[in-house]
């Protein structure tokens, strides 16, 4: 079954998925969906005897249907190498009664790498495809996880190029160090004097100046984007819901058809709409629990089936989870309402005149497959110590979120249905937060002498991607102010 891709605001759109990859969002500022979807029809028997590549292959075949399976192997094959510190790319730990499916082995031990680590090789296959011949340049505005994420896919990939800008003063220590110190020719790290919404304006700009797109074009470039929204990004995260299902049947936790809840710490709701797509081609998933955290607006959407974002934003200790507009929703939002673009484009013009909308009881009926609620601050803190006492087992604060919710849903709802927990990143990504929730007296330490401790406490070795940038050489220290950028990007890309 041939697959295309349409718009959640223009029915009339379709294109195949290469360009879809390749234009990221639909003109007019919609989402690609699939216009249908196929069924994984595969049986976890066989499944169960895949590695994650073969998986991987089973999976999004289904969907990239323009790919030769020539192109996707190659493009599996570059991505889930030795990249990832673990064969089995994505593995379950057990701790306690939790099954944690670990998305976090990659280069910078977050689960961002699960999707970045492909996506530049899908990108270049679809210009191949579309015979786009020039070379593609991800602009990337980060406030700090997605920039060293989207490098580390990039870095030395042949046809493309990255420009990764950063709020000089607003991203931890650790998260410049990581992006400050990235290798390969090809990649630009960019601190900015300003916030984050400010690096993220220029961004934007650049990518709506058309005659900084024609003088690129002359020169044999073309801007791109890494960004969530990309079903590049997309696809690659269905994958391991299929996969983590295999292995739970292979070891015995669940029977064959048995259904299996996943719980998914939740930000701008890409994770958990790829379970949401596992689910709906046929992978038996029971309840999709979504967690938040103290930016509770898809609880209280789950809760009232209305949308509000005029409401104070909370730094946290998940801080890639503080996010109060999830521009994935908009996906779920087209599905529920009976997949209508009409539908969905007034709501979401509603959302950007007034910061809310509501849905109708129709709607909520379809969102019957969800549950939501959310952690305090003091309950992640409270959920990572009493279980590293319970168990020894130390997970992040976004996981933490994520345990602290089941509980919540198990205690309301009594349902003991098998469960799985998306830990999306290593706790030593956030090891003050997570150190000083274990014990205050790790409160002043400093950082590397956390991840030495925390090595100690949890018997885990320190990650590769720690160790790299101890001693690494800061190779970036290019300083901009905002309106310079685009002359920065014209500088690199003469070199
Ligand atoms: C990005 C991120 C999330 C949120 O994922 P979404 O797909 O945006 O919902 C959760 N945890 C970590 C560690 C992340 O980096």
Not at 153 to 159: L, Q, Y
Not at 441 to 454: N, S, T, V, W
Not at 473 to 494: A, N, S
Request: charged share 25%.
């Amino acid at each position: 079954m041939e697959i295309m891709y349409t718009s959640t605001r223009d029915g009339n759109l379709k294109v195949s998925a290469s360009q879809a990859i390749l234009k990221g969002l639909a003109p007019g500022g919609g989402l690609f969906v699939p216009t249908a979807l196929p069924k994984l029809s595969i049986p976890v028997e066989k499944l169960a005897e895949m590695d994650y590549r073969e998986t991987a292959y089973e999976v999004m075949k289904l969907f990239l249907t323009d790919f030769t399976e020539e192109e996707l192997k190659s493009c599996i094959f570059q991505a889930y190498d030795s990249k990832f510190d673990t064969e089995e790319v994505a593995p379950i730990a057990k701790a306690g009664d939790n099954y944690f499916l670990e998305l976090f082995h990659g280069k910078t031990i977050a689960f961002k790498d699960m999707a970045l680590s492909i996506l530049p090789y899908l990108l270049t296959t679809a210009a191949k495809k579309n015979n786009v011949t020039n070379d593609i340049v991800i602009l990337t505005a980060t406030s700090g996880d997605t920039g060293k994420a989207a490098l580390a896919g990039f870095a030395g990939v042949k046809g493309t190029k990255i420009i990764v800008f950063y709020p000089k003063n607003g991203v931890s220590p650790i998260q410049e160090k990581q992006m400050v110190t990235q290798k390969e020719d090809n990649t630009l790290v960019v601190g900015i004097h300003g916030n984050f919404d400010e690096a993220q304006t220029g961004v934007k700009k650049m990518f709506a100046d058309e005659t900084l797109a024609a003088e690129l074009d002359a020169a044999g470039y073309q801007f791109s984007s890494a960004n969530s929204i990309n079903i590049g990004r997309l696809v690659p995260q269905i994958v391991y819901y299929v996969y983590a299902y295999a292995r739970m049947y292979k070891e015995r936790e669940i029977k064959s058809g048995e259904f299996l809840n996943f719980v998914v710490p939740t930000g701008n709701f890409g994770n958990i709409l790829a379970a949401y797509y596992a689910k709906n081609i046929g992978l038996p998933i029971g309840k999709l629990i979504c967690a938040s955290n103290e930016n509770k607006v898809l609880y209280d959407f789950f809760q009232t089936g209305k949308y509000d974002k005029n409401r104070e934003f909370v730094l946290t200790s998940s801080p890639s989870m503080d996010i109060l507009v999830s521009s994935n929703l908009e996906r779920l939002i087209y599905h529920i309402a009976g997949n209508d673009p009409a539908k969905n484009k007034e709501l979401m013009q509603s959302l950007s005149d007034t910061g809310e909308y509501g849905i109708s009881e129709k709607m909520r009926e379809n969102l019957d497959g969800f549950y939501g609620n959310y952690a305090s601050e003091a309950e992640v803190a409270e959920t990572i110590r009493g279980l590293y006492e319970k168990t020894g087992y130390v997970m992040d604060t976004h996981t933490a979120v994520a345990v602290c919710v089941y509980q919540k849903y198990q205690n309301e709802t009594g349902d003991t249905a098998k469960t799985v927990i998306a830990s999306t990143a290593s706790p030593y990504k956030f090891t003050r937060s997570v150190m000083s929730a274990i014990d205050p007296k790790y409160r002043d330490m400093e950082d590397f002498a956390l991840a030495d401790e925390l090595s100690r406490i949890a018997k885990v070795a320190v990650p590769q991607a720690i160790e790299e940038i101890r001693n690494a050489e800061i190779r970036h220290k290019t300083e901009c102010e905002t309106d310079q950028m685009p002359e920065i990007v014209k500088g690199f890309l003469k070199k």
